[in-house]
């Protein structure tokens, strides 16, 4: 299994712009995540879907980050506008279905600087 | 307030020696606790996870230890390599499955 895979693996923009992060999560795995980490705050998540539906979402920053999962292969968080602040490394994780495994796999983040 | 505390922040010691990693939190009402490595750069490596109902799990030279009543874990590392030198990161399971994280114990293995 290619494990959870992101893109861009590094991102770099001027604040205003829009930024589009994508993840694949593993293959038969139904829930998926969306954490940051930075020096300051650590690792936090942003939002949680199971089944393709996003079940808590209280960890998004502001109205300027929005996440979607169109399909059980495919998810992406966009920020829209970009600030300096959100400069981070974004990473995806996802997890087997409940009774398999609760164990979280990571992918290798997306780190985004924005200037 | 679920709060996960490492210590020690970091960690140096000499390639051979048996270590323990701390990790406390204040929620005893706990669904499991994973332990993760993050190398410079890279994402998170899961190393071992415990269910509430269990006490230890173990990975080769890796011993994962979970008390819910003091509300502590514990990462034993046997025989430290230099290769083990990264990050390693506790998480509790919280509410609507999320983890909670440690700020890390960074661990320094030198020949």
């Known amino acids: 299994d290619a494990g959870v895979i992101q893109s861009p693996r590094h991102e770099v923009t001027e604040m205003g712009q829009e930024v589009t992060l994508r993840c694949k999560p593993i293959s038969g795995h139904n829930s998926l995540f969306w954490y940051r980490q930075t020096m300051m705050r650590g690792l936090e998540l942003l939002i949680y879907f199971n089944n393709n539906v996003p079940i808590d979402d209280s960890g998004m920053p502001e109205d300027r980050f929005s996440a979607k999962m169109p399909n059980a292969s495919f998810s992406t968080l966009k920020i829209q506008p970009s600030e300096p602040r959100d400069s981070a490394v974004y990473f995806c994780?996802?997890?087997?279905?409940?009774?398999?495994?609760?164990?979280?796999?990571f992918g290798p983040g997306t780190r985004l600087t924005v200037t | 307030k679920q709060e996960v505390t490492q210590i020690p922040a970091a960690l140096s010691v000499p390639e051979g020696e048996n270590l323990v990693l701390n990790c406390s939190f204040t929620d005893s009402a706990i669904y499991n606790l994973q332990w993760f490595r993050q190398d410079p750069g890279k994402g998170l490596t899961s190393l071992l996870l415990i269910q509430s109902s269990q006490r230890e799990q173990t990975s080769g030279r890796l011993n994962a230890s979970l008390d819910k009543s003091s509300g502590r874990s514990t990462l034993y590392i046997a025989a430290s390599q230099p290769g083990d030198s990264a990050t390693y990161l506790c998480a509790r399971r919280g509410g609507y499955n999320k983890l909670i994280f440690g700020a890390g114990t960074r661990l320094a293995v030198h020949p």
């Open positions: 994780a996802s997890r087997p279905r409940q009774g398999v495994s609760y164990e979280q796999y």
